[in-house]
Each structure stands twice: as structure tokens, then as C-alpha cells.
């Protein structure tokens, strides 16, 4: 089983409003990660969690806030977003982070009104 | 110069033809290297994974590493109008994070 889970599949969200993303995953993997992908555009890191602790961030700004409960739950918490914010937010998880190769979740289509 | 590089296409031909999907790289120190396929609003799928130089054949597709030349293909044979999607490469090492390609659209015609 390689099934990255990810919840809701759409989300349409006010700039005030205070929203959270859910990942699960249950292969085992201690690696996990948050992407986002505009349209046409490859997937962009934003967030690696390794062994439940934060590993990378990739400059995003504070109004994403990642959490990772425990090893299979990655959470990403939203907070006065931008309609520039609006993309599909990719979870993935790995065995390890670096050379294993990703799975991915189906995205959520996240719009920022 | 970005560390991947991928033509973004559009890729269109006719069902039952054999496809090449190509990526360069400038980053020497990659050694692992995928192919995704992501269909239009869903999360990418992983295709293939190679480790060093060679080839990898699973069902209608294979994929191939040159790392003398920082090359690496993706071969699709009898094309299905189902291959229709976005297909990225990307590419990682022990010490850093999975670069992608900007991924080549392909269309597969009846």
C-alpha cells in the first residue's frame, strides 16, 4: 500500500478565515512534506518534517504554519492567506528524507477569495 | 542555469507510438532519479525509480540514466490516449531534496 491521504479535497477560504490541511499516511515513512503547485508549474517544496521534527523550511511565510502530530499526520495550518495562495498543496511522504523515492497524496485544491 | 531542465512541451502523437521524455541536470551530485505522472488536478504519480547510470524496464515503459552526460530519459512504448497527462522528472542525493523538472505535457491521440 503506497496511499498518501489528504483532506479536504477543495477548500474555498476567506483572507480572515483560519483553516487547516490534514496528510496521513501509514506505509511506515519518517519523512513527510508539504508542496505547493501552481498551474502548469512543477511542485514546490514549502515544509520537511523528519522523524516528526522540522527539517526544512523553505522561506515560506508564517501564514502556513506545518505541524506533525505524529509520524503518520502531517498537518499545514492556514491563517490570513492571500488569493495568491491559491494552488493544489501536495503532501508526500518518504522512508527517509533524501534519497527514497516520494509518494504523494491527491492535493487539495485550496482558493483564497 | 536551473539545476533541472525539462521541455514543458505540448507533446502530441498518434495512439501506438513510442514517446521520449527527456531531462538534463547540472547538479553532479544526484544519484536518484523518478518519473512522475500527473494527471490534470491530481497529485503526481510515482512512475519509475533509478539509482546511478542505466536502465529500468517495467511494463510499456523505461527509464534510462546517463550520468556522464546528466541525462535522463523516459521511454513509452504503444502509447495509450490513458498516457495523456504531465509527466515530471526529478532527481535527488543524500544531502538534498527532490528537484523537479517543469514536466513535458503529453497528449496521446486516438
Known sequence: ?113 | QKEVEQDPGPLSVPEGAIVSLNCTYSNSAFQYFMWYRQYSRKGPELLMYTYSSGNKEDGRFTAQVDKSSKYISLFIRDSQPSDSATYLCAMSSPRADMRFGAGTRLTVKP
Open chain 1, 1 to 113: 500500500d503506497t496511499e498518501v491521504t489528504q483532506t479536504p479535497k477543495h477548500l474555498v477560504m476567506g483572507m480572515t478565515n483560519k483553516k487547516s490541511l490534514k496528510c496521513e499516511q501509514h506505509m511506515g515513512h519518517r519523512a513527510m512534506y508539504w508542496y505547493k503547485q501552481k498551474a502548469k508549474k512543477p511542485p514546490e517544496l514549502m515544509f520537511v518534517y523528519s522523524y516528526e521534527k522540522l527539517s526544512i523550511n523553505e522561506s515560506v511565510p508564517s501564514r502556513f504554519s506545518p505541524e506533525c502530530p505524529n509520524s503518520s499526520l502531517l498537518n499545514l495550518h492556514l491563517h490570513a492567506l492571500q488569493p495568491e495562495d491559491s494552488a493544489l498543496y501536495l503532501c508526500a511522504s518518504s522512508q527517509g528524507q533524501g534519497a527514497d523515492e516520494q509518494y504523494f497524496g491527491p492535493g487539495t485544491r485550496l482558493t483564497v477569495t
